[in-house]
Structure formats: structure tokens, C-alpha cells
């Protein structure tokens, strides 16, 4: 996997103040996009061990409230192995921190993927520029849904963060 950036104290992307890493590789190629540097696969630096420790140096402070996965897109096909391990990995170091996975997939298309055990928040589907509101909040367009993962595989119907 490669990535382009490590944001530190980052209060746009997930609740709370979080890490972004923000992932190289994306197909959707959604016009308006605010990051399409991030969509070529073979872009931006390897995500090697130096890039995971500073990744959970950024994670450790109590004040981080988690793990935020962007890019690109977290799910490009050839990116999801290495992002199962990566929140695995989390998950067991760091298991009061929430993660949080942008996709432009819809859920229908990811939920049955196993490496959603260890994701709290999908934000899913393409940006779509003619629905786009900078009013929203965690989202760029109108059809984006904020999901609450594990609440939705418990209930087998989609339930959607509470944004109060």
C-alpha cells in the first residue's frame, strides 16, 4: 500500500480530533473530487514500517479519539489486505480508539468484507459534485452516509451515526 499523507489533529474527518491516513489509489474518479492527487495507485510513499510507527506515535495521545482512513480510497482493491491488517493491528493496540473508513463504495457493495470487524464508521459512496453541501457534517455530498458499523451488521439494516 502506498499513502500520501499522515494528518495530526484532524477535526473534519470523524468525530472527535483524529489521524488521517490518507491512502494512494482510487477508481471512482468522482468529478469534483477534493483530493484526486490521491487517486494513482502507484502515487505518493510506501506505507513501510516507519510510516506505521508514526501513524501510532500520532494515535497514542489519550486526547486522539482515533483513526481515520481516507485517500484515495481505503478499499481499492489493492489496497484492502493491507488495511485489514492495519486496523487489526489498531484494534488490538489501541482498542479504545475508533476507526473510520471513507469509501466511495456503497455499503451494499463492502459489508460483507471481513476487515469491517475492526471499523467503527463507514462514510460511503462517490462524492457527487451536484449534491455536494459544505454544510454537511463527515461528508462531502447528500447521498454519503455516515454508518454506523457494527450497529448495522448487529441489525442487519442500516443505522446511521447520530450527528447531534
Known sequence: MRYHDITKDDMKNGEGLRVVLWVAGCGHACPGCHNPITW???GGLPFDREAEDELFEALAP????????????PLFPANRSDIAVLCARVRQRLPDKTIWLYTGYAWE???D????DNVDVVV?????????????HWRGSANQRVIDVQ???ASHTIVLLDQN
Open 62 to 73: 489519550e486526547y486522539i479519539a482515533g483513526l481515520t482512513l481516507s485517500g484515495g480510497d
Open 109 to 111: 457493495e463492502i459489508e
Open 40 to 42: 494513482d495507485a502507484d
Open 151 to 153: 450497529k448495522t451488521r
Open 113 to 116: 468484507l471481513p476487515l469491517l
Open 124 to 136: 460511503d459512496g462517490r462524492f457527487i459534485q451536484a449534491q455536494a453541501d459544505p454544510l454537511l
